[in-house]
């Protein structure tokens, strides 16, 4: 008898199985499109704000430089907010899937929210409750960097962003250059010393050499990890015009902060043969000091000051603002005096510390305030109290935690995990005798920073190769 053919089931439902992946595929498909859409809004969006709090200036204003800046942080920081988590159409990815993540990536979420609820409790029983509420709401605004840094649209254009930074970035070191020789001047500015004529459009030399040590360790890291041969080679040039703004400048703290980033970011990039790059990355710092007559007599006041035991002008009068910080958290240690009020309580509480001390804490000019202790930690304790200073540094150590250990492991997203610890790096060094996170120009790129590195610290497969992606 002649056997009975059976239909062809199988292929029949491989044909189909194929059809169905195919439109699961062009589905998946537009819904990148519409995702990467609102991904592109928000890149361009950042891009222009990086741009904007490096160059823009409003001489009309009270706060010429300061105040456009720090406009359009805020409303960059919406705009490109609504764009990545609002825009329709979105797609949701894997890290989106499960937002906090596992062991470090979760601890540094969870401890960054406890910090922003702190400050948001400080604010609310701060005995300057106006002045900290309007703070509180500027820190809520700027704090969207972090998500909008671990985003799809960082991942997605990255390069873009990170161009627009180091372009700006750039235009600010030549023209700090051509300030110093004398031969351009976009402003006529009333300052205190020689020393202050170089701010290009940052406007105050502090926050643009800080703003260039972060260019400094970008740049570097970028022309010793990216893949494409001619960004390396873009990134390279624009390292020299870097260092010279940083030496004209004359701005140790922002020397020491590059340096420290520059060591971290060497050290997992060659590891057990990174000793000679960090002796030529010192020795170059150490030969601009000597060559550079106005940075060397600098070099050379501090260290007479030093060895006379004149730890005010060592410390370029920092003690008085750090001894009214501690004052001001000994005064009122679980929830701080509120967010942004330092400025208006730091002559009460210096002048108490002096009588606690039995000295006084010298200031350049008798007349002069201070607006910021010039410690970001400091000014964590003081402004919104121990528990959410130990929270804000808790989350950072995390995340140093999770970002360092992709690093080190090497494999996929360890070259940008590498570059973003080194960032991190000279942020937490600059926040020691600085505040980097209290100014836009220099707030923004580091929170996406930390954001992006939140990011590509993950072990899932996904977020890695995001990680991989082009830029």
């Not at 300030?179 to 202050?196: D, I, K």
């Not at 305030?369 to 410690?375: K, P, T």
Request: net charge positive.
């Amino acid at each position: 008898m002649a056997k009975k053919r059976r239909p062809a089931q199988p292929a029949r439902r491989s044909r189909d199985d194929r059809a169905a992946a195919s439109a699961r595929g062009a589905g998946a498909r537009r819904s990148s499109a519409g995702s990467d859409a609102g991904a592109l809004v928000a890149a361009v969006v950042l891009a222009g704000v990086l741009a904007a709090t490096a160059l823009a200036v409003d001489t009309s204003a009270a706060a010429s430089f300061d105040a456009p800046k720090r406009l359009a942080a805020l409303l960059g920081a919406a705009l490109a907010a609504a764009a990545a988590f609002l825009w329709p159409g979105r797609q949701t990815d894997g890290a989106e899937a499960e937002p906090l993540g596992r062991g470090a990536r979760r601890a540094a979420a969870i401890l960054a929210a406890a910090a922003l609820a702190a400050a948001t409790v400080s604010a609310l029983v701060s005995p300057r409750r106006a002045v900290a509420l309007d703070a509180l709401r500027a820190v809520l605004l700027l704090a969207l960097f972090l998500p909008l840094g671990a985003s799809r649209a960082v991942a997605r254009f990255r390069g873009l962003v990170a161009g627009s930074f180091l372009g700006a970035s750039a235009v600010n070191a030549a023209v700090a250059v051509l300030e110093s020789r004398g031969l351009y001047h976009p402003f006529q500015l009333e300052t205190f010393g020689s020393r202050q004529d170089t701010g290009a459009f940052a406007g105050n030399v502090g926050y643009l050499a800080i703003t260039l040590a972060f260019a400094s360790v970008l740049a570097l890291g970028i022309a010793l990890e990216h893949r494409d041969r001619r960004v390396r080679i873009a990134a390279a040039a624009c390292l020299p015009l870097y260092a010279a703004a940083l030496v004209v400048n004359q701005n140790l703290t922002a020397l020491t902060a590059l340096l420290a980033g520059a060591a971290v970011l060497l050290a997992l990039r060659f590891r057990a043969r990174a000793i000679l790059p960090m002796a030529a990355a010192v020795a170059l710092v150490v030969g601009a000091v000597a060559a550079y007559p106005p940075l060397r007599a600098r070099a050379s006041e501090l260290g007479r000051a030093a060895r006379a035991g004149d730890w005010d002008t060592v410390l370029s009068f920092r003690g008085g603002p750090w001894a009214a910080a501690l004052e001001m958290a000994r005064e009122r240690p679980l929830v701080g005096f509120g967010p942004g009020t330092f400025a208006a309580e730091y002559l009460p509480h210096r002048f108490a510390a002096e009588v606690r001390a039995r000295r006084r804490f010298l200031t350049p000019l008798l007349t002069s305030s201070y607006a910021e202790a010039h410690s970001d930690y400091l000014q964590l304790l003081s402004d919104v109290g121990a528990p959410a200073a130990v929270c804000a540094v808790g989350a950072l150590g995390a995340l140093f935690l999770a970002v360092g250990r992709r690093a080190v492991r090497g494999g996929e997203g360890s070259s940008e995990a590498v570059v973003l610890t080194a960032l991190l790096a000279t942020g937490a060094a600059a926040a020691l005798t600085w505040f980097p996170l209290q100014r836009p120009v220099t707030a923004v790129p580091l929170l996406l920073a930390a954001g992006r590195a939140w990011r590509v610290g993950a072990h899932r497969p996904d977020e890695a190769a995001d990680a991989e992606e082009p830029a």
